[in-house]
């Protein structure tokens, strides 16, 4: 693809102030993990292949169903008629959108004997998950190895999102212990709207940009409502001083 054509695609991303040319290099030299392309994952990875992400890699299980076509972009009624398998179609449409992205599907089910294969030579991690043990190891992985993690997840009407920023701050100091996975709502319980999935794909991929362009977040425990319209946000202290801990048995021990 021409430079001509790279510079009319990102030509609004030249203007902003907290991008410009050098930035959006940045973003073309960057690659992304993004496990599970759900609804969070999927909207997550569709914003930064629009946004210029130079590599991706698509990490799931599952393939597409009709349950998944009230929320899930991209997918469509064909896809859920013949199961195909999430990643690899995925991949499909996002490189119709922009061929110049190299793209790694993988079907498979992350777990901590696979995790750093999968994972391995990702500038960061991308959450699109619901499974909660999946979202530990990741998260212990990407502490560990110094690489940064953006948690995200939505159910019913309400969004969530946290950045991992590595050591001094992950997703043990909000909530210490794995919560038990048949104490947590999901969306087949209880039900979801589109928008919770967009706002948190959207945030996510957001933090994703300013990570890898260096204008690290502070790391904040945000919550969106949709349907009420209402957002809280948790600094990473407000959150320990919630459980009572005064050392994360991770991240502050490295």
């Given at each position: 693809?021409s430079?001509k054509?790279?510079?009319?695609?990102f030509s609004?991303?030249?203007?902003l102030?907290e991008?410009?040319r050098e930035?959006?290099?940045?973003?073309?030299?960057?690659h992304?993990a993004?496990v599970?392309?759900g609804?969070?994952?999927?909207?997550?990875?569709?914003?930064?292949v629009?946004?210029?992400?130079?590599?991706?890699?698509?990490?799931?299980s599952d393939?597409?169903?009709?349950?998944?076509l009230?929320?899930?972009?991209?997918?469509?009624?064909?896809?859920?008629?013949?199961s195909?398998?999430?990643?690899?179609?995925?991949?499909?449409?996002l490189?119709?959108?922009?061929?110049?992205?190299?793209?790694?599907?993988?079907?498979?089910?992350l777990t901590?004997?696979?995790?750093g294969?999968?994972l391995?030579?990702?500038d960061?991690?991308?959450?699109?998950t619901?499974n909660?043990k999946?979202?530990?190891?990741v998260?212990?992985?990407?502490?560990?190895?110094?690489?940064?993690?953006?948690?995200a997840g939505?159910?019913?009407?309400?969004a969530s999102?946290?950045p991992?920023?590595?050591?001094?701050g992950?997703?043990?100091c909000?909530?210490?212990?794995?919560?038990?996975?048949?104490?947590?709502?999901?969306?087949?319980?209880?039900?979801?709207?589109?928008?919770?999935?967009?706002?948190?794909g959207a945030?996510?991929?957001?933090?994703?940009?300013?990570?890898?362009?260096?204008?690290?977040?502070?790391?904040?425990?945000e919550?969106?409502?949709m349907?009420h319209?209402?957002?809280?946000?948790?600094?990473?202290?407000m959150l320990?001083?919630?459980?009572?801990?005064?050392?994360c048995e991770?991240?502050?021990?490295?």
């Amino acid at each position: 693809m021409s430079d001509k054509i790279l510079d009319e695609i990102f030509s609004r991303h030249y203007l902003l102030p907290e991008l410009g040319r050098e930035k959006q290099a940045m973003l073309l030299r960057s690659h992304v993990a993004i496990v599970g392309v759900g609804a969070v994952g999927g909207r997550t990875a569709e914003i930064l292949v629009r946004a210029g992400i130079g590599t991706l890699t698509l990490i799931d299980s599952d393939i597409v169903e009709f349950s998944n076509l009230q929320r899930q972009t991209l997918y469509t009624w064909g896809d859920a008629e013949k199961s195909t398998e999430k990643p690899e179609t995925f991949r499909r449409r996002l490189n119709e959108i922009m061929p110049t992205c190299r793209i790694f599907p993988k079907y498979a089910r992350l777990t901590e004997e696979n995790v750093g294969e999968l994972l391995k030579g990702a500038d960061i991690v991308a959450d699109g998950t619901d499974n909660i043990k999946t979202r530990y190891i990741v998260n212990d992985w990407c502490v560990r190895n110094g690489v940064p993690y953006v948690y995200a997840g939505a159910v019913g009407t309400r969004a969530s999102i946290f950045p991992v920023l590595g050591r001094h701050g992950c997703l043990r100091c909000v909530l210490p212990v794995p919560p038990d996975p048949s104490a947590l709502p999901t969306a087949g319980e209880v039900g979801i709207i589109a928008a919770a999935p967009a706002v948190a794909g959207a945030r996510s991929s957001t933090l994703v940009l300013r990570i890898l362009t260096g204008d690290i977040p502070e790391p904040r425990w945000e919550t969106y409502d949709m349907w009420h319209g209402t957002h809280s946000s948790m600094s990473l202290d407000m959150l320990k001083k919630h459980h009572g801990m005064k050392k994360c048995e991770l991240c502050d021990s490295l």
